[in-house]
């Protein structure tokens, strides 16, 4: 801003040098204009004064030859006298000699005879005087007589008075002719009327009078024409200047001396300074090419200055773009500049392509195509909106962005700045990238709300915990206490105990639930994939559901539709968990007298070496209500309602059967209504055994209906088992079932004890898992391992509280051949015993 | 003004020849010692005031009869052609002087006159326009004739204290002064003025016959005569020079007229009875403002006249009445007879004794120079294929700058021999 009145103090000052030097030139031009003309009309002057003396001194000579020349005829012979003049003629040049009779008649020496006009001057001729006179011969051509009077004599009988001689005027102008002013100057003789009698007119003369032919063809006034004729009749010199067919004229005049003619020369005024013109114009030429040169000079140094510094910036403008290019291209942030007059973008980062998918060079020609990218169309700013932004201003907004290609949404925060950049006025657009941020601040919140779930599941694990361990526990110790008080009162003893066995089931019944869940959501659930029947399955249900279902006189139907393969493989186990769950539940929750039924039906299947099967549990139970619904199968949840809060569970079911599904790849569904019963739809894809096992007995397991006490009595146990009070459980529980054990500590002293035992000593050990010294898996390795004779024979069963598949699995593992879950339930000690043992005996 | 005049005096021939016809047809008398003379020329030509008197004057003075044929004027020449080759031709055949008798075979059809008793009472410049060139008179002259030169206006040319030039290197210096003080030397419009350069090249032709005679034999062209080339050139100078004005292009035969009266043009290449049939009344300038000088087109030094392009009444040689014809001739070369019919017309004389025609003073103050420079109409009558509108074709193309002085002149070749080879 401070710049600009330094520029106009420049500019005024050189226009002022300018406007001087113009002055200056102007004066001094004027100035040597006016000295060369006074110098050229100078020179114009001399030149005529001296053509006019030599012109005079013609004239002169031929009065005098004349005289000579008429003494000459007085003297002598005519002959001798024509011989003599002839010489006299080649010698001056003259054309004729003439004789003149006073009556106008003439003769030529060689006899010739004529007349002669000497128009005006005849009469001065006769009074004595010497004439000059223009004569017009009869071939046309025009003479100029020079007469002079003469004695009076006679030249072959002709009686003459005057003498005369005539030159041609084609010869005559020639004195006249100088050749100074570029030839374009004109001679005349003319009378002091104007009169031409003599013209250096090249080609010939043409002008008969002069005065009229300024008069007609000058600028001259009829005053300026008056005061001339006036000098020529006055014989007086004079010099002016006119203008003449457009172009001016020197017009120079001085009497020859001679009945009043005048030796008259125009000569164009570029003609007669042409020489001091030529040095005027050479001086100004130089001047002006020296102005010119230092001008060009100065400009060129202006221009390769203003040039450097213009590379200059231009190299530094390149190199920051450059920079900026590179630099937007390494980072997630978009950049504009928008003209805002135009409404152009003047720059474009080129990251643009790359985060939006559009074309830097399509931007640049038309910046709305970013529309194209906005998601929302809000993010588009109206005009009136920018323009309300105060120069020097900024405001932003948040928008999203899809990019043109890949579909990928990119969140920014948009700033626009209003500027002015040398008097323009533009909009740079920062368009910063919060993609990684936005991304950030969602999977915080994710896990703000997952923290905030889990901890809610937690709070709400831990409250359902309490309220559904205590309930049992208060059952248990309850009757624990009465049990203790009514000691005396077997009845009384019974049924209590009765109760706190009840009580301890559902308490154990929740902690597997409960641990069965935890396993399956920590991932650590695994299927154990094996052929199995489903006949046998169905069996099997029917067995452990049928007797729940009479017990609330319900009707409990099952029914097979379509012709499902016998055998399949898959978890067997977790199957008959699910089944078991969703019929369980039906039979709980309808009422007595209600009707449950299971359908098992095969679905269409593509792959041949897949069997596709749907499970449907249908009851005309109490129903769910619609928001219940959406969350039956999250953990703990349970609709409350007159009915069901005097239904017992935990809440695990419903999520452990939804989870088991999954996790057989299968799918869940449920359609109820409150009052209206519920249908639960499981289907689930099995693979198919490679060798069809139909009609292959089923394995040996406990017969049904086998005695177990007679399984049970008698035998010997090994029992390793850390814990001692757990080990006198075991022991006086055998002891009910008439069967003794001995118990080792840990899994080395069980070894030992078996190593160092005689065959049949035991008919089966008993190995906890987590013990000192040796766990239990070492110690069945161990004895798989050692030389006893029935060192791979004798049964194994795991009896610990490490209850998930893998800990079965880890048994089986280790040699061992089955599992039972602590705490002990007796039915399935006597049903292992009975399937291990009766095996080996039959 | 001319045409205007030329259409009256057709109409007026026209009904005159009716007239005649008329008569011959119902006054023919059998066994009258009066005879009936066929006359053949063009319409136009035979309805000139001068010819109907000339006729009558002979039909009263010896009781015989002119019968008038006249063909419509294009169909003139064939129409003549046919009658003479038919052996069928008129008593007396009037024809534009001696040029273009090609298609006649002269010696045969045509009866010599040098032995009539009026030839010398004819001027020599008359003369010259009806004898061969083995100096053979072949008619009488009886016609309006003019002189052709440079008309200037003396008037104003004395009042700018100028006179009139005597050489071409005068004339080229007057002209470049009157340029110079703003006015337009030459007259010279573009359109329809094809004779201006027509008159410098009479002298070519006239003061070198032999010249012509090879042109005309397809010897030589006008490329290689330097003198054409002179002349092309000096029209191209003057043209480039201004001394034809700014406007020349752009104006025709009927602007000479407004140029001349007004003052603005101060010469003029054309003929004197221009004067009196065709300049503007009114003007600032008369005709009696107006001088001749020769003209100079920068072929004769001296200037050139042309003289005044003639009818002339030929004999058949074949016809039934020669010696009527002969005595008609005869009568109408009688000076009462021919200045009676050109009492009151405005032309240069035929005759020695011609004393009632109109003669310009312009033409008798110049009468001396005319006698020096006078020539005899060559170019346009002499040369086989000449056309004057093709010339001006090939002029204006040059004006235009379609074309240089070389190129001019090829094109007045090619057009010349065009319409020699189309016959």
């Known amino acids: 801003m401070k710049k600009r009145p330094v520029k106009l103090v420049a500019a005024a000052l050189i226009c002022a040098a300018a406007a001087a030097v113009a002055v200056i030139g102007t004066v001094y031009f004027r100035f040597i204009s006016q000295r060369i003309y006074e110098d050229s009309t100078g020179h114009l002057q001399e030149i005529y004064g001296q053509v006019n003396r030599a012109f005079g001194a013609f004239v002169e000579r031929n009065w005098g030859l004349l005289r000579d020349w008429e003494d000459c005829l007085a003297r002598g012979e005519d002959g001798e006298a024509a011989a003599f003049l002839e010489e006299e003629r080649d010698y001056w040049g003259f054309s004729k000699f003439y004789l003149l009779a006073g009556d106008g008649s003439c003769m030529t020496l060689d006899g010739d005879r004529g007349t002669m006009a000497l128009e005006g001057v005849r009469e001065d001729l006769a009074r004595g005087g010497r004439v000059m006179a223009g004569e017009t011969q009869p071939d046309g051509q025009e003479v100029t007589v020079f007469a002079a009077p003469a004695s009076p004599g006679n030249y072959r009988g002709f009686a003459y008075e005057a003498v005369a001689v005539s030159y041609t005027n084609a010869d005559l102008v020639d004195s006249l002719k100088v050749d100074a002013f570029s030839g374009k100057a004109r001679c005349f003789i003319i009378g002091s009327d104007g009169k031409v009698l003599l013209s250096t007119q090249t080609g010939g003369n043409v002008f008969a009078d002069y005065l009229a032919y300024l008069r007609a063809a000058s600028d001259l006034d009829g005053a300026e024409l008056a005061a001339l004729q006036s000098d020529w009749e006055r014989g007086a010199s004079g010099l002016l200047q006119c203008r003449i067919g457009g172009e001016n004229c020197c017009i120079l005049y001085q009497p ?9 020369s125009a000569v164009p005024q570029s003609a007669v300074s042409a020489g001091f013109l030529s040095v005027q114009h050479t001086t100004i030429y130089g001047l002006a090419a020296i102005f010119l040169l230092v001008g060009t000079v100065v400009v060129t140094l202006l221009i390769l200055r203003s040039r450097s510094q213009f590379r200059r910036s231009r190299t530094e403008l390149e190199y920051r773009e450059l920079m900026f290019d590179v630099l937007s291209n390494n980072v997630d942030d978009i950049f504009l500049m928008l003209d805002k007059e135009r409404e152009r973008a003047e720059y474009v980062s080129p990251n643009i392509e790359r985060l939006l998918g559009v074309p830097v060079e399509e931007a640049r020609r038309e910046i709305r195509v970013m529309e194209k990218c906005a998601v929302d169309y809000d993010v588009v700013i109206p005009k009136s909106e920018l323009d309300a932004i105060p120069l020097g201003g900024n405001m932003y907004r948040e928008c999203e962005y899809m990019h043109q290609t890949t579909g990928e949404r990119r969140w920014y925060r948009m700033t626009v700045y209003r500027m002015s950049i040398r008097q323009v006025e533009k909009f740079i657009v920062v368009l910063s990238d919060r993609t990684l941020e936005r991304q950030m601040n969602q999977k915080l919140q994710e896990a703000l709300d997952a923290a905030r779930s889990a901890n809610e599941a937690k709070s709400n694990f831990l409250s359902n915990m309490s309220h559904d361990i205590r309930t049992p526990m208060n059952a248990i110790v309850g009757f624990a206490v009465l049990l203790e008080k009514d000691a005396d009162r077997p009845d009384r003893v019974r049924e209590h105990a009765r109760k706190i066995t009840a009580s301890s089931r559902h308490l154990l019944s929740l902690i597997n639930d409960v641990l069965d869940m935890s396993k399956i959501e920590s991932g650590k659930t695994s299927l154990n994939v094996e052929r199995f029947s489903l006949p046998e399955l169905m069996e099997e249900l029917n067995i452990i559901l049928l007797p729940q279902a009479r017990a609330r006189e319900q009707s409990f139907t099952v029914r097979v539709e379509g012709t499902p393969p016998e055998y399949l493989m898959g978890d067997k186990l977790r199957l ?113 055994p490679e060798q069809d096992a139909a009609g292959e007995e089923p394995r040996a397991g406990a017969a049904p209906g086998a005695d177990a006490g007679d399984v049970m009595r008698g035998r010997l146990f090994l029992v390793a088992e850390d814990n001692e009070l757990n080990a006198e459980i075991l022991t006086e529980l055998l002891d009910m079932e008439g069967a003794r054990c001995e118990v080792a500590a840990d899994g080395r002293q069980a070894l030992e004890l078996f190593q160092h035992s005689e065959p049949g000593h035991y008919d089966m050990i008993f190995m906890d898992v987590q013990m000192p010294v040796m766990n239990g898996y070492e110690a069945a390795r161990a004895i798989r391992a050692c030389d006893h004779p029935e060192a791979k024979t004798i049964p194994i069963v795991a009896m610990t509280a490490n209850t998930f598949a893998e800990d079965v699995k880890s048994a089986l593992d280790a040699g061992m051949d089955g599992h039972l879950a602590k705490p002990i339930d007796m039915a399935a000690v006597r049903e292992t015993v009975g399937r291990l043992l009766g095996r080996g005996e039959q | 003004m001319r045409r205007k005049r030329t259409r009256l005096f057709s109409i007026l021939a026209l009904a005159l020849s009716a007239a005649v016809l008329l008569a011959s047809c119902g006054g023919q008398k059998s066994g009258d010692s009066h005879l009936t003379l066929t006359v053949l020329g063009k319409r136009s030509d035979l309805g000139k005031t001068y010819m109907t008197r000339i006729f009558e004057r002979y039909e009263t003075a010896t009781g015989n009869e002119v019968k008038i044929i006249d063909p419509e004027d294009s169909e003139y020449e064939a129409e003549a052609v046919r009658l003479f080759q038919e052996g069928k031709g008129p008593d007396v055949f009037m024809h534009f002087h001696n040029a273009d008798l090609n298609r006649f075979d002269v010696a045969a059809d045509f009866r010599y006159l040098n032995d009539q008793a009026w030839v010398d009472d004819l001027t020599d410049s008359a003369r010259a326009y009806c004898t061969d060139s083995d100096g053979n008179l072949l008619g009488l002259p009886f016609w309006e004739s003019s002189v052709s030169g440079c008309y200037y206006n003396k008037t104003l040319l004395d009042s700018l204290g100028l006179k009139a030039a005597a050489t071409q290197a005068e004339f080229d210096t007057l002209c470049q ?48 005569i330097p003198a054409v080339t002179d002349l092309i050139q000096w029209i ?29 043009a101060v010469m003029t290449f054309i003929w004197d009875t221009w004067f009196y049939t065709d300049l503007e009344e009114g003007g ?27 009818n002339m009444m030929m004999v058949n040689r074949n016809g039934a009445q020669v010696e009527a014809a002969l005595d008609f001739l005869a009568f109408c070369a ?82 010349r021999l065009s319409r020699t080879e189309n016959g």
């Open chain 1, 576 to 688: 008959n968990q699910i089944l078991i769950n969703l019929l369980s539940n039906a039979i709980k929750y309808t009422p007595e007298g209600g009707n449950i039924q299971f359908l098992v039906e095969e679905l269409p299947q593509s792959a041949p070496q897949y069997a596709k099967l749907r499970f449907t549990v249908r009851d005309d139970g109490i129903g769910m209500s619609e928001e219940y619904q959406k969350q039956i199968f999250v953990p703990f949840s349970r609709e409350i309602n007159s009915v069901t809060n005097k239904i017992q569970g935990t809440g695990l079911g419903m999520a452990i059967t939804k989870n088991l599904v999954d996790l057989m790849g299968g799918v869940i569904q449920v359609e109820s209504a409150p009052g209206q019963g519920s249908t639960f739809t499981v289907e689930l894809s099995f693979a198919l």
């Open chain 2, 284 to 310: 600032k300038y008369t005709v009696d403002d107006f001088a001749l000088m020769p003209a100079f087109l920068n072929t004769a030094e001296g200037g050139t006249y042309e003289g005044g392009n003639l």
């Open chain 2, 177 to 224: 002064a009157l340029a110079e003080i703003g006015y337009t030397p030459i007259c010279w419009p573009a359109d329809g003025c094809s004779w201006m350069a027509q008159f410098g090249l009479d002298p070519i032709f006239a003061d070198d016959p032999s010249t012509l005679e090879k042109l005309n034999d397809h010897e030589i062209a006008y490329a290689d």
């Open chain 2, 334 to 415: 009688q000076p009462e007879n021919y200045n009676a019919a050109f009492a009151g017309i405005p032309t240069v004389s035929c005759f020695k004794g011609q004393t009632t025609n109109i003669q310009s003073q312009m033409v008798t103050d110049a009468a001396a120079s005319i006698a020096a420079k006078e020539r005899v109409s060559t170019a346009a009558t002499r040369i086989e294929g000449y056309s004057g509108d093709d010339v001006a074709a090939a002029l204006n193309s040059m004006f235009r700058g379609e074309t240089d002085v070389k190129g001019c002149v090829k094109m007045m070749d090619d057009s």
């Open chain 1, 256 to 264: 020859v001396g001679y009945q009043g003619y005048i030796l008259l």
């Open chain 2, 236 to 264: 191209a100078d003057a043209a480039g020079r201004g001394w034809f004005g700014d406007r020349y292009l752009n104006t025709g035969w009927s602007d000479i007229s407004s140029t001349l009266a007004s003052g603005k």
